[in-house]
């Protein structure tokens, strides 16, 4: 299987670890273009390079793509970028010209724009800093009442962040057009850090009535596409293990965690099954009354049982806590159980619910229809989001204030021992911060 991946930036959760996932089976070919073409928090994406890597791709299977990347210049560009909605327009139909040329299946992903309820800019415009919490206000009431809200905002400010929205509406209504001409064969519009009421919900809305398919998540989506695009039907059997709370709200969502679980299992590809009947168990560490958030301090209640691994495959989507995992429930699991290659199809914690279960299906996928199986790939997948999703989020990123990559490589060593005693081998790695910031850590096998 050949299959060509443009994420939304560089970051490692966008391109390595699509990356080495897909190794998991030796005769999966992922290409990806250079990594210094793709943006990052303070660059967009080299749109030139990206378009003529595009077109001088060999013979593929399947394509998925970010078309933010490639319209803007990655997904952070979508919201920051000053250019009009006839030169994007310009952009992307080039674009379209390239994709009819390339003859195979194409999965493609869209944004909606984000309203982030702070005054933290750093993926926003400036003025974000000063008014992001106004116009998520100004958003939210105007939607939930129906008309426009009065507000503290500047009318320059207010007009420039409405116009900015209206052209990425409209970009995303084309796309929709090339999804009902046929060029694309999965479309999905993302919805990234939704509240009940607010402009991007109502886009949603208008893209739904248009016939569009919208997904609350962003980042996990090329995976689930990439998982998509795995031929053959998998039986996954949801258990959560808090179950008569299944009916929450994750944090960043508008959908139960029990209808976050289905909608990722249903764009993956996967059939949704009984115990008895599945080829995979979904085990889910859901939370009781709320999603804790480990970076913004909010508690939950951790998980407080005996927890015995089941003797056919499954998987771990860990979403007790959003932001890193639940580190009573990693302790059950990794010292008072053992991992069995044979049943262990994955593990991950990784940010939000939707984050965690896009990533976490897509390594089972591989796993499950692999020709060639390659359990070093797998191990190192498994090695990355423990020391990430829990020694990093869920521990060390706690104890620092700023990215000092030396006191970062000294803290990890203690969870790398642990990790290390029970997998029973060595762990040589070392960390970074990609964006030089806290948010994320690149891992990088030495």
Sequence with gaps: MKIALIPIDNRPVCYTLPE???KIDDDFELYL???????DLKHQADIENLFKWLSDLPQIDGLVISLDTLAYGGL???RRCPETFEQIQERILKLKDILISKKCKIYAFSSIMRISNNNYNDEEKEYWSKYGTEI?????????FGKSQKTNVPEEILEDYISTRKRNFEINKTYLNWQKEGLIDTLVFSKDDCAEFGFNVQEAEELENLGAYTKTGADEIPLSLLSRMISGKIKVCPI??????KHLLSNYEDVSIEKSVLGQLELAGCEI???NDADILLIVNNFKKNQGEIVMKIETESFAKDFKLPDKPYMIADVRFANGADNNFVDELLFNNKLNDKTFYGYSAWNTSANTLGSLIYGAKVKFFANKYNPKAFNRLQITRFLDDWAYQANVRQQ??????EILNEKMREFEKKLSDVIMQSIDVKYSFPWERLFEVEIEFI
């Design 20 to 22: 080495i996932t897909s």
């Design 33 to 39: 273009p250079d990594r210094k073409y793709l943006g």
């Design 76 to 78: 952070i560009p979508s």
């Design 136 to 144: 998520f206000k100004y958003s939210y009431n105007t939607h939930k």
């Design 240 to 245: 959560f293990l808090e179950p008569e709370y």
């Design 273 to 275: 099954s009984s115990q």
């Design 400 to 405: 620092l204030t700023n990215p000092d990559e």
